[in-house]
């Protein structure tokens, strides 16, 4: 892939006009807009609009790149209009030695975090029926995810791999999850929250951030593996959102898209509310936020809100996985409420 970026490791300072090149269009990069562990995303700019650029860095080898590429796979995996799409990408060999892969995206201008700041700015809440149909919609995603048909349109690699000469790239996201075409595949998000969800034009919530996308269920099969998976989600997946059962995973385990039904419901919460459920009880009662999400321990404040959109909340914060919903009756209740 032709991209000419070496100017980007001065970001973020942004003192200069930096333009790059992927598959020859030129962009501007604009301003930052967001940064996490290893990865920074910016704005940028070209002939036709703007766009996202997100650029994680892989300095430890070939297991950072793996998580990388994954990523990369992730954004040309589900076909649906509440989960991000990705417009090109690349990997770049860093003359340190180490790789850095581009994935250019959609930019939306505001987000659900926007909605949750801009209400605690200004003292104002959300109103209830706009909060369920952002939810609906935020489902409807998860289920995109939780039930993924694979079809050969979600079989891109290869055709994206074509202008990428890097074979040892080419051999790691050709990883094809290890699923025949036209079954059923179960993702999870595995990061879900409110800045996680982007709205587009016409405010219709978009699932984003597929850093921590996998296949479900992960089964954990020995203490290597459970330690290796517990550091992987202490990295990825933000602590206040995160279900009770990643927090001690152990040998034996089986982690399954349940997960995310937890974090939905917290999203739910904070969208409402303005905070996350098991931050408020850390805040107002002085709970330790490990202790109080594993005891599920939350309340609500007084507010005009319904006891039908609390009980969707409740259904979502259950402890045991086992016992908490499928994101087809999570689904199907939050339509109830509607009709
Ligand atoms: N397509 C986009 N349009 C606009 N802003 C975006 C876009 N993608 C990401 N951002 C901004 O950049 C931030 C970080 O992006 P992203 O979540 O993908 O990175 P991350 O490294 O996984 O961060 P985190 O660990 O916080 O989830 C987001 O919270 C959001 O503010």
Redesign the pocket.
């Known amino acids: 892939m032709d991209l000419i970026i070496n100017c980007l490791s001065y970001i973020p300072c942004l003192s200069f006009d930096p333009i790059l090149k992927i598959n020859g269009v030129n962009y501007k990069i604009e301003r930052l807009?967001?940064?996490?562990?290893f990865?920074y995303?910016y704005l940028v700019k070209t002939y036709n609009g703007q766009y996202?650029l997100?650029k994680i860095t892989c300095p430890f080898g070939n297991e950072n790149l793996k998580v990388a590429l994954q990523e990369v796979s992730n954004y040309k995996e589900f076909n649906s209009p509440f989960i991000?799409r990705s417009i090109d990408y690349s990997v770049v060999s860093e003359k340190e030695g180490y790789k850095t892969v581009y994935i250019l995206?959609?930019?939306?201008e505001t987000?659900v975090q926007d909605i949750i700041t801009d209400n605690a700015l200004n003292d104002t809440q959300i109103d209830e029926k706009i909060a369920i149909r952002m939810f609906i919609d935020i489902c409807r995603g998860l289920h995109s995810m939780h039930r993924h048909h694979r079809n050969a349109s979600n079989d891109t690699n290869a055709i994206l791999l074509d202008t990428d000469s890097d074979a040892e790239n080419q051999s790691l996201i050709n990883n094809d999850f290890g699923t025949e075409l036209n079954e059923t595949t179960v993702f999870a998000h595995g990061?879900l929250k409110p800045?996680?969800i982007?709205l587009s034009k016409d405010e219709t919530p978009v699932i984003?951030?597929l850093?921590s996308c996998q296949k479900m269920p992960i089964n954990i099969t020995s203490f290597q593996h459970a330690i290796g998976y517990q550091e992987l989600v202490e990295e990825h997946c933000?602590l206040p959102y995160r279900a009770p059962e990643l927090f001690d995973i152990k040998s034996g385990d089986t982690i399954t898209e349940s997960i995310d039904i937890w974090s939905l419901g917290c999203t739910l919460y904070a969208l409402l509310y303005g905070l996350n459920p098991f931050e408020r009880e850390e805040q107002i009662n002085g709970a330790n936020i490990t202790l109080a999400i594993n005891a599920g321990k939350y309340s609500y404040p007084d507010g005009d809100y319904t006891q039908k959109i609390k009980n969707l909340i409740d259904m979502c914060l259950v402890v045991d996985p086992k016992e908490r919903p499928s994101i087809e009756t999570v689904l199907a209740t939050a339509l109830e409420i509607t009709s």
Do not use: I, Y
């Open positions: 807009l967001g940064e996490g562990g990865s995303v996202a997100k991000v995206l959609p930019f939306f987000g990061d800045s996680n982007m984003c951030d850093g933000t």
